[in-house]
């Protein structure tokens, strides 16, 4: 969340300090944004932790707002972006009770509007996000089983860590070349890799996603976002 002179979608993934932002894959990642005074796009990063704390004061009362203990606010890396285009943000409480405060609180008005932005929150990542790893997961799938070792890079890529070099992919059309040039077999022994159908108007961002990888929830390592 942050400032800007004009509309801009926020999706803002809700965390507690325990919890570890990672795709799982085998291999390192790449850092967030923290604040630091960086400009991109229209994003002031540097602003992210003022406008939540304000939102919080608007969501509570100026007290209990103030006793929330917030670990961290920062924004997914990613290039300039037209208008219109959401902007993934990651808001960490240092503690569960805290979290689970906020987001009862928010449960019915999400998205919500505040300061010219659209507020949309998730216990987890975006569904704009979890749609696109949906679309790799024929690709993880046979990673996983060959113990090829890959990464989630920002703002959207796969990275596969093989003896040629790093691989990227980008799209689900990627897989069937992507496994070519590693050797191995085609996914799913030869069935399309079609990206699946965008989940409905009607899903509940506050449900965990069945495509969000283990790690994402049960890994207490040392906190990474890729």
Same mark, same amino acid.
């Given at each position: 969340?942050?400032?800007?002179?004009?509309?801009?979608?926020? +999706? *803002?993934? /809700?965390?507690?300090?325990?919890?570890? *932002?990672?795709?799982? =894959?085998? =291999?390192?990642?790449?850092? *967030?944004?923290? +604040?630091?005074?960086? &400009? +991109?796009?229209?994003?002031?990063?540097?602003? !992210?932790?003022?406008?939540?704390?304000?939102?919080?004061?608007?969501?509570? $009362?100026?007290?209990?707002?103030?006793?929330?203990? /917030?670990? =961290?606010?920062?924004?997914?890396?990613?290039?300039?972006?037209?208008?219109? /285009?959401?902007?993934? /943000?990651?808001?960490?409480?240092?503690?569960?009770?805290?979290?689970?405060?906020?987001?009862?609180? !928010?449960?019915?008005k999400s998205p919500y509007s505040f300061e010219?932005h659209q507020l949309a929150f998730f216990p987890? @990542?975006?569904?704009?996000?979890?749609?696109?790893?949906?679309?790799?997961?024929?690709?993880?799938?046979?990673?996983?089983?060959?113990?090829?070792?890959?990464?989630?890079?920002?703002? &959207?890529? @796969?990275?596969?860590?093989?003896?040629?070099?790093?691989?990227?992919? @980008?799209?689900?059309?990627?897989?069937? $070349?992507?496994?070519?040039?590693?050797? @191995?077999?085609?996914?799913?022994?030869?069935?399309?890799?079609?990206?699946?159908?965008?989940?409905? $108007?009607?899903?509940?961002?506050?449900?965990? +996603?069945?495509?969000?990888?283990?790690?994402?929830?049960?890994?207490?390592?040392?906190?990474?976002?890729?």
């Amino acid at each position: 969340m942050a400032y800007c002179p004009k509309m801009r979608t926020l +999706h *803002v993934m /809700v965390l507690t300090g325990a919890d570890t *932002v990672s795709h799982g =894959g085998n =291999g390192g990642s790449d850092a *967030v944004e923290e +604040h630091k005074g960086m &400009r +991109h796009d229209d994003i002031a990063t540097a602003q !992210i932790p003022h406008l939540f704390q304000r939102f919080l004061t608007q969501l509570f $009362s100026a007290k209990q707002a103030k006793l929330m203990t /917030v670990g =961290g606010c920062y924004r997914l890396p990613a290039p300039p972006a037209s208008a219109g /285009v959401h902007r993934d /943000v990651i808001i960490r409480f240092q503690n569960g009770p805290d979290k689970q405060a906020f987001m009862t609180a !928010i449960r019915n008005k999400s998205p919500y509007s505040f300061e010219e932005h659209q507020l949309a929150f998730f216990p987890d @990542l975006s569904r704009a996000t979890l749609d696109w790893t949906r679309t790799l997961r024929p690709l993880t799938l046979e990673l996983t089983i060959h113990k090829v070792p890959y990464r989630w890079g920002a703002p &959207r890529s @796969l990275l596969i860590l093989h003896e040629s070099g790093t691989l990227k992919v @980008l799209e689900a059309s990627d897989i069937p $070349s992507t496994l070519q040039k590693i050797g @191995l077999p085609a996914a799913a022994k030869g069935k399309p890799h079609t990206a699946p159908a965008p989940q409905s $108007s009607a899903w509940d961002p506050l449900r965990v +996603h069945p495509f969000v990888p283990a790690a994402l929830r049960d890994n207490p390592a040392t906190t990474t976002i890729s």
